[in-house]
């Protein structure tokens, strides 16, 4: 048995999907959102108006980084504490919306802390607080997710906190939103959610239904984000928020793969944006992962889609957006990198890296990073 879950209560979409505001019901409701980009564009005007035209009393909590912190989090749980809400709406890219799953896991249940959460089994936990979710960019899909992505400052590392409690109630997919990116923004979000895609639709523990969401997004991403990069037309941005969400809905239901693994340990030490490290890391473990047959065949099937070889097609995207091709390029230095290999290593191994359709040993995990760092070709 395989039970699929995408949100709890209602997945809303299309034009003025952001009005589905007014039909929640909620007394105090908290926003959460990053820095200021979400009011800048007067998203957050638009959100706090709605909750208010039901007759909800509403606050904003504001400032989450692009990589969400534990501090971070702490601060906003007390900030919780003292508003009470019984609705929490997050808007803004992956990060807000992750840091807000975990305040308000740790806002209904007091007990759990950054120091048990993940040795505790908090799978059946039940959350009394509404979360609504609106994502402004089209990459982590946090918004169909149960997962909530933290940097632990101290361990340099970001840790995947994993509960059906965190996904989220509502997800709102309003195509107006999307249209406030950055090209940046959108090329390195884009590349979060093909990497996604197609780590979903390798990841052995899928099925019919996350293979055919994952492949879809893999080939509407492909098609869609060169031209949401560089235009940013409404048409394609809806695209690729749509593409990248379906992409969240498959792995959030069957798992992901190496790319997320070492990009974690990568992201949490050198504080590189997550779908970066994502861009950079994809081709070289597609052609780590080809040496599978049954992923073989999968590769097989996206290329006759997309009329070419489907690992060059990703290295060509990844140029056409000018995202650096290897670590090295990316800016971190080499005295850096050896300085930090072995810790860069251990963390590599760990989260998303055992989901990988085939397992990694350490010793092809060394050259692996090296190749990354380098841009060696992945021979092994
Ligand atoms: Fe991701």
Redesign the pocket.
Known sequence: MKKLVFTKEAFVTGEHALDYLKEIQTKRAVIVTGGNSMFRTGVIDRVKGLLEEGGAEVTVYSGISKNPTTAQVKDGVKFFKEKKPDTVVAVGGGSPLDAAKVMTLFYDFPELDFSNVLKTDISSLKLKTKFVAVPSTSG?ASEVTHVGVITYEEEEYKFAIRSEAIRPDVAILDPEIPSTMTSQIAAETGM?AL??ALEAYINKTGNDFTYALAKEAAEGLMEWLPLSVKTGSRESREKVHNFSCMAGMAFSNSGLGMV?GVSHAFGGKYNLA?GLA?AIILPYSMDYNKKDETVREKYGKLSHALGGDVIEKVKELQKELGIASCMKEAGITEETYRADFDFLLENSMKGSTLANPIPVPTEDMKKFLDCIYYGKKVVF
């Open positions: 982590t979060d990497t996604h997320h997550h994502n």
